[in-house]
């Protein structure tokens, strides 16, 4: 870091009774008051060089031996007062990137320009500023730093807009051409080779050197310092989304643990800095989203959803929370369930976590996307294809290039599908989550998007379990977005004794898990044709072996499925009987065909225990019901 010494007396200052005088042979004459702190100096080296003083003096009669001013708006303080005085005096004063600014303040404050004398402090600081202040990086960043104790000075000046500029023309600039400090510098040039070329392994390091130091920067500076480099356009946009990471690991994790901590206030004085440092921490934040680059993947998705969370407990601005979810919306895929678990610090909700943001975002990110591949049409003729001009041939390749983006949409609907089951499984277990908020999240999901549905059925068992008060109704539309086709054997199996269940998903799942086990081995010839017909209406492949259960999303030991009891078809049976005795059939239950509910009840009743007999029984109770009408 650079430096500058002026003057080459000693130093002579010194503390006597709360007084700061200098030794000298001559007696003072002149008493400067400076923030609280008396001075007693000599008029002749500080008229000689400041001309406010010089002003005040002509102005003010002398009353007494010592002629008094008071300077209560002087900029700096009294460590910039007496740089200033000790100038005057010809003493050694040492200069340097954290007192430049407050000197060059209070020289400008006490009008120490040419006009006075030649070569005067003014003309000294501003040499110095210009030739090693801005020209070094890190004397840039700490004096664009100090600036914050002198705002208004410092914008009249021109001190921090130039600081800003030769900030944003290093970071344009390749780091080898830039005056780093030592151990800044010698980072640098480990990672570039003697040829000049950069490492791999270093690559991305250098060319985002700048990112940790500019995060010391207050919010409202770094910000115009971002603006500057992002205006240049030379940066990439990915190393913008880094350095906004940065900066916000430095800032954002104090702001969750101070706020939370100051929660509990109960003073006014309290509640007044409570605020305060949440409307300091809500403005960091706000500024950091505005600062996101607009291209997707600039930015993790992890982050994004973190932002999301900093904005809830901040409170943050409509407009930022949902520029937040549009982004994550673009990338939902890369999302992780522990990252959508926003906490809700709503007052008109009494859930765990903040489903309506998840639910804003599930559907930005349907709206984002596409439909699935279709193939192209078929030329008739050979010879058509061979004629076929360049534009053509154009439009096809456009075509494939959409059939690219269309497929990776699906697979990213796919993703997203197996990413909402496992968040639907930890929100099911808030007892304060209505079905209505669990139903839509589960609903946006289109029906092609989850190749199996055990996720989503343990999702339904976990609110069950954490729901025991649902009636009959709730429960019934709760396991309407289940379909039974799509279980494994062992959810199957699991749902076949869940005496939570309604009846007739229980009676589908006995169905379709009974007419996958008599396929298992190439025995399809041997169903009766009344079962076959039933299957081929329900769109199940015979020769498709059942797929096993997905392993792909963790499981609580509490929330694993256990298939003990269920040993045989005759124990399943068993289990079907004895829910249907505990529960009866209402209307909504009763059959477009008309079947009455106590004819049902009984011919449920009197199901037979071989799998084939029981299919055959269901299907002469609905003919025997059709033929009435």
Known sequence: MKFMKLGSRPDTFYSAESVRTVSSEVSSDLIIEVKGCKYLLHKFPLLSKCLRLQRICCESPETSQHQIIQLSDFPGGIEAFELCAKFCYGITITLSAYNIVAAQCAAEYLQMTEDVEKGNLIYKLEVF?????????????????????????????????????????????????????????????????????????HKSTTKGWWAEDMAELGIDLYWRAMIAIKSGGKIPTNLIGQALQIYASRWLPNISRQVKANQGATSDSDSDSTGEVSSKHRLLLESIVSLIPSDKGDVSCSFLLKLLKAANILNASSSSKMELARRVALQLEEARVSDLLIPSLSYSSDTLYDVDIVLTILEEFMLQGQSPPTSPPRSRLGFERRRRSRSAENIDFEFQESRRSSSASHSSKLKVAKIMDGYL????????????????????????????????YRAIDIYLKAHPDLNKSERKKLCRILDCKKLSVEACMHAAQNEKL??????????????????????????????????AAHNIDPSRPPRTLSTTTSIRGDDQWSVSGLKSPKSRTSTLRMKLAEDDLDEYDMNPDGLGRSSKFKAFCALPTGPKKMFSKLLSINRSGSEKN
Do not use: M, Y
């Open 129 to 201: 500023f210009n030739s090693c202040i801005l020209q070094g990086w890190r004397d840039s960043i700490v004096t664009l730093q100090s600036t914050k104790a002198f705002p208004l000075w410092s914008e009249d000046l021109g001190i921090t807009s130039r600081c800003i500029e030769s900030i944003a023309s290093k970071v344009l600039t390749h780091p080898s051409k830039v005056s780093l400090s030592h151990s800044h510098s010698r980072r640098v040039r480990d990672d570039i080779s003697c040829n000049g070329a950069e490492s791999e392994r």
């Open 425 to 456: 499984q930890e929100i099911a277990r808030d007892i304060n989550l209505p079905l209505s908020k669990f139903i839509a999240i589960a609903a946006k999901i289109p029906d092609f998007s989850r190749l199996d549905h055990d996720d989503l």
């Open 502 to 535: 309604p009846l007739r998903v229980v009676v589908q799942v006995l169905f379709f898990e009974q007419a996958r086990a008599a396929t298992v081995g190439g025995k399809v010839a041997e169903l009766p044709s009344n079962i076959k017909a039933l299957l």
